[in-house]
C-alpha cells in the first residue's frame, strides 16, 4: 500500500511537472481606419476609373486573432501548435472565421523543426522577413502587390493577374499560403539556416463508373537564409502545380491562367515562383534590396502564360524615439498571352509613418501609387492605383 501511494505521488508530480512545461500564448491584430483609393485607366470598364472613401481595416497589417502553444517533451524535444484566423471589425457580415494558418509540428533543439497544416508558403516567409513595407495592404510595392478588395480597401488592381480574393492565400506577385502542406526548417548553422515544404492537396475523384480526377494540386519550396552582423541575405522558390482535367479544360484562347491555390483553385499550371532580398541595418537606418520573379504556364498549352517581375530598393528608420518612417521605390515588368495584352511596364512607391503611443499601439499614415504603361488591352485594366490610410494598430 505504501509502494502504491508513493507511485501515485511520483506520478501526480510527474503530470504537475508536464502540465507545467507546457504554455499555450493569445495574440493578435487589430487594425481600423480611414482608407481612400482612386484607381483611372483607358478601359471601358467602371472598375478603371473608381474612387472609393471608408472606414476600413488592415492598412498596415491584416486584422488577426491566433492561439500558439509549446509543450516540452523533454530532451530537447517539443511539440508547438498554431491556429491563426483573420478579423474584419468593420464589417459585420463578415464570416466568423478565416483560416490563416492552423498547424502542428515537433522540434528538436540544434537540428531543426516540422510541421504539417495550413501555413504560409517559403516566397511569402522570405518576403515577410525582409519587406520594407512590412507586408502592408495598401498600394505601392512592386515585390508585394496586394489585392484592394481583400482587406478592407476598394478599387482595381493594376496588375495582369486576376486580383486574389479575401482568404484565399495569393497575391499578384506570390501565392502567401497553402494548405496540406509539410514544411521543415533547420536551426541555424554559422548563420545559415535552410527551410523547405512540401504540398500534397490530394485528389478527389469523381463518383462515376470513370472516376476521373478532378482536383490535385502539389508543389515545393525551398528557402535559405543568412545572418552576419546587420547584413541578411534571402532566396526562395515555390513550384506549385495544379491539375484538373475534368469537368472542361481551360480554353487558352480566351482564359488568362489562373492563379494556382488550393483556395482559389487554379486549372492545369505550373506556377513558378522567385524572391530574393538582402537588408543591411546601418544603425541610423535599415536597407532594403527586393526582388521577385513569377511566371505562371498552361500546361495545356505552354506558349500561353502570365508573367510578372519586379525589384524594389527602400529604406527603414526611427526619426525619432517614437516616429518610425519608410519609403520605397520599385519598377517591373509584366507579359500576358491569350488576351492580346501586350507587355507593359510598371512602377510603384510608397510612404509611410508610425506614431507608436505605445509598445502595442501606434498611430499611422500610408500613401503609396502604382502605375501601369499604356497599352491596347480593352479588358478594363486598371492603369494607375493610388491609396492613402490613416489609422491606429494594437497589437496583443
Known amino acids: 500500500m505504501k509502494k502504491s501511494l508513493l507511485a501515485l505521488a511520483a506520478m501526480t508530480a510527474f503530470a504537475g511537472a508536464a502540465q507545467a512545461q507546457s504554455s499555450v500564448t493569445v495574440y493578435g491584430v487589430m487594425d481600423v481606419g480611414y482608407i481612400n483609393d482612386k484607381s483611372t485607366g483607358s478601359g471601358a ?9 471608408q472606414f476600413g481595416q488592415s492598412a498596415e497589417q491584416t486584422s488577426r486573432l491566433g492561439f500558439k502553444g509549446t509543450e516540452d517533451l523533454g530532451g530537447g524535444k517539443s511539440a508547438f501548435f498554431t491556429i491563426e484566423t483573420g478579423l474584419q471589425p468593420n464589417n459585420a457580415t463578415a464570416s466568423a472565421f478565416n483560416n490563416r494558418q492552423s498547424f502542428v509540428g515537433l522540434k528538436s533543439n540544434g537540428l531543426g523543426q516540422a510541421s504539417i497544416g495550413t501555413q504560409y508558403t517559403t516566397v511569402f516567409q522570405a518576403l515577410a522577413a525582409s519587406d520594407v513595407g512590412q507586408t502592408n495592404n495598401m498600394p505601392g510595392s512592386a515585390v508585394y502587390p496586394v489585392n484592394p478588395n481583400g482587406n478592407g480597401n476598394s478599387g482595381a488592381a493594376p496588375f495582369a493577374y486576376s486580383a486574389a480574393t479575401a482568404g484565399s492565400g495569393t497575391s499578384d506577385g506570390m501565392t502567401v499560403r497553402v494548405s496540406n502542406t509539410l514544411q521543415a526548417q533547420s536551426d541555424s548553422f554559422a548563420g545559415f ?6 504540398v500534397q492537396n490530394g485528389s478527389t475523384t469523381t463518383p462515376s463508373t470513370t472516376g476521373a480526377t478532378t ?9 535559405l537564409d543568412y545572418t552576419w552582423n546587420k547584413l541578411y541575405v534571402v532566396l526562395a522558390n515555390n513550384a506549385l502545380r495544379s491539375y484538373n482535367p475534368s469537368p472542361a479544360v481551360v480554353s487558352v484562347a480566351t482564359s488568362s491562367p489562373a492563379i ?7 486549372s492545369n499550371t505550373q506556377d513558378n515562383q522567385q524572391y530574393a532580398a538582402a537588408t543591411y541595418d546601418f544603425g541610423i537606418l535599415k536597407a532594403y534590396l527586393q526582388y521577385v520573379n513569377r511566371k505562371d504556364t498552361s500546361t495545356v498549352d505552354t506558349s500561353y502564360f502570365a508573367k510578372r517581375s519586379a525589384q524594389q530598393i527602400g529604406v527603414r528608420s526611427y526619426i525619432t524615439p517614437t516616429i518610425e518612417g519608410w519609403a520605397n521605390w520599385g519598377n517591373g515588368k509584366e507579359t500576358a498571352f491569350g488576351q492580346s495584352q501586350p507587355s ?6 510608397q510612404a509611410g509613418l508610425n506614431y507608436y503611443l505605445s509598445k502595442r499601439t501606434n498611430l499611422y499614415g500610408i500613401y503609396g501609387a ?16 493610388t491609396g492613402f490610410a490613416v489609422g491606429v494598430r494594437h497589437t496583443f
Open 260 to 266: 494556382w491555390g488550393p483556395a482559389s483553385g487554379g
Open 45 to 53: 470598364v467602371a472598375s478603371t476609373n473608381a474612387t472609393a472613401s
Open 193 to 198: 539556416t535552410l527551410g523547405g515544404m512540401y
Open 344 to 349: 507593359a511596364n510598371f512602377t510603384a512607391w
Open 215 to 223: 482536383n490535385n494540386y502539389t508543389g515545393w519550396g525551398l528557402k
Open 370 to 385: 502604382n502605375n501601369l504603361s499604356s497599352s491596347s488591352s480593352t479588358t478594363g485594366l486598371a492603369l494607375n492605383n
